[in-house]
């Protein structure tokens, strides 16, 4: 497909556990928080950007594993600001976990709720390795030393340049998220692990959303009332918006003229908007 502009631009989590789950994203990550209305705040990388997390303090903890949000990427400009984080983490004793990816090197922690989070720099596209369409992506432990070493000043804050780099889902069938990201969002599929995870992107990213069916065939939805993912918004060019639109009005979805708005497989719900200020 021709290239677009995609961008995932905001997440919704209901939460509770409310001084915890502030504190983290305030003082741990050091995010710019914002109070939006009683029990909802939102969250910044900068005191110049929009928020791209709101967190609404009236759900409760789901009693077993649900479908949904496995966890949510966000993307460093590059590999110094990421180390910076990453050695306040260490310091903190906060639990990480790590990944390299071959093209990316990854850090994942859970927040006090239990969502998990990715904090990764990619590698230069020129090194990733493609084959037939899809891209190797491995997985070993991060050179966490190595990485360090890069670090040029201590945590202050996220650098200019910071977005969500992907977010990963999990369900009960990897069919149902072709089904919505390939046939519905008109994303590539860019790779597998086995029949238990498949990776789609525009643009031969190496992956914007990842599907997997880790919790098993028989895990249920989240209900309306349990922390977890209430929404997510993406940013696309008129061109993609339009290719949209016609396409998910004669699958008989509902469309407007400004935006689209579906129910994903997880049961939460999709906003695309079309992004006016970044035309191609």
Known sequence: MFNV?????????????EQNMRSFYRDMLGLVERKKAKNQFSY??????????TLTFTGRKPLKQRQGLYHFALLFPDKASLASLIERLILSEYP??????DVSEAFYLNDPNGNGIELYHDRPTELWEWDQGFVKMGTKAVDVLSLLQTKQADWSGFPVGMTIGHLHFVGDSVHKGDAFFITMLQMSLTA????????YAHNAYHHHHAYNTWFGP???RRRSDENGLVDWTILVDKQLFTILQHSLHDQNHSTQSSQICLVDPFGSRLLINEDYANQM
């Open 96 to 101: 990480l976990g790590t990944g390299d990816h």
């Open 5 to 17: 502009n995609y961008k995932i631009a905001h997440i919704t989590l209901l939460a509770d556990d």
């Open 44 to 53: 910044a990388f900068t005191n110049q950007d929009q928020p791209f997390l």
């Open 192 to 199: 597998k692990i086995t029949e238990s995870a498949h990776f």
């Open 218 to 220: 028989n895990v249920a």
